[in-house]
């Protein structure tokens, strides 16, 4: 089975640890743009994946990058690989607003391939709109999704076939977490350490984190991530901001903290797609407690705590019932660990996801 995955996702090799999964089930090969500007990192070009990895990548010019919904791969390079490659799918890691997807869907009849898209996106925002999604909604042969509203939101827009609810990414477990749990659940600090890891951006809800950790006794915030409000948030005594850090350097944030919360807002354009910190939180042993925003409480299911969105007195009180009850602590621990295992393993995700991809491809599928 021969896949040919795309998405500007896979320029930060932060994320290489699912290719390499994914590439020792399929014969996989990746396009991404030859350099991205993210978030919280200037434009860097993207480094080669190295002789023994089990993926072919492909890193082509693009234009306008760094802008999710508006890049586009060079024509003549993309038409390149796909004859190069000559895929049984092509799977775009964008959404369906996205002018990179259109531009595969304009190539789908003429190459034969079979096509996919993935879709995070659970509100309703414009943006390009429908012209756009109507062509990639009538190209694709399937998709996938990240939460159960942009299942809906697909559905409700006028997308028929057959979807699948699977997250983009799988985890794996820290290689000792039940030393990890043992360590966050010792009260060896002088003070409680919650953590945040993200965007510094108000509809991330660090207004209301702020306020709720500055109500309780001996707490420290500790925040890992740059954005417009880090100014704002550093003249709080009870803060201490890390910076942005690489997926590679965040042992330290993990080893710091003994809970993480996660108090997304929800706007007329935004609520929490995912929350990949939660399950990276989990996986580490440290117990986790998130806003009503969005998928969160999809996300942490029973393993964690869930506070009405905006509300500081209800996660001051959540922080202090993890921080009172050894026993409270401990089964959100446990149940963390499980649910991380049960519900979003690399093994478990990559299974599900070639699952589909045979699904999608029928009777055509080569193995």
Excluded at 94 to 117: A, D, H, I, K, T
Excluded at 290 to 297: F, L
């Amino acid at each position: 089975m021969r896949i040919l995955l795309i998405s500007h996702s896979y320029t930060d090799p932060g994320y290489w640890d699912k290719l390499d999964a994914l590439g020792r089930r399929v014969e996989l090969a990746v396009v991404m743009p030859e350099a991205w500007r993210g978030y919280l990192h200037p434009a860097a070009p993207v480094p080669p994946n190295g002789h023994g990895a089990p993926w072919k990548q492909y890193r082509l010019k693009a234009i306008w990058q760094g802008l999710a919904f508006r890049y586009l791969y060079d024509p003549r390079q993309l038409e390149q690989v796909l004859a190069e490659f000559c895929p049984d799918l092509v799977h775009v890691e964008e959404e369906p607003e996205s002018l990179s997807l259109l531009q595969v869907s304009l190539l789908r009849r003429r190459c034969g391939f079979r096509l996919v898209f993935f879709s995070w996106e659970n509100m309703h925002p414009q943006r390009l709109g429908w012209p756009v999604r109507q062509v990639t909604f009538d190209s694709a042969d399937a998709g996938i999704v990240g939460n159960r509203a942009a299942v809906e939101r697909c559905e409700r827009l006028g997308f028929r076939k057959q979807l699948a609810l699977i997250p983009q990414y799988g985890f794996d477990l820290a290689p000792r977490p039940h030393r990890a749990a043992a360590e966050h659940a010792h009260a060896a600090r002088d003070r409680f350490v919650v953590g945040y890891a993200g965007r510094l951006v108000a509809e991330k809800g660090l207004r209301t984190l702020a306020e709720a950790t500055r109500s309780l006794p001996d707490t420290k915030l500790l925040i890992a991530g740059s954005g417009p409000i880090e100014a704002e948030l550093a003249r709080q005594p009870h803060v201490m901001l890390l910076g942005a850090l690489q997926r590679r350097d965040m042992d330290r944030f993990w080893q710091s903290i003994d809970l993480l919360a996660l108090p997304s807002l929800t706007t007329p354009r935004w609520a929490e797609q995912f929350g990949r910190v939660l399950v990276e939180a989990m996986g580490r042993g440290v117990p986790v407690v998130g806003s009503s925003s969005g998928a969160i409480p999809e996300v942490i299911g029973d393993a964690g705590l869930i506070f009405p969105e905006g509300n500081a007195p209800a996660l001051a009180a959540a922080i202090q019932r993890i921080r009172d009850s050894a026993a409270l602590r401990a089964g959100l621990i446990a149940r963390g660990l499980e649910r991380v295992r049960r519900c979003y393993g690399q093994d478990v995700i990559m299974n599900q996801i070639v699952d589909f991809y045979r699904q999608v491809l029928g009777r055509h599928a080569t193995v």
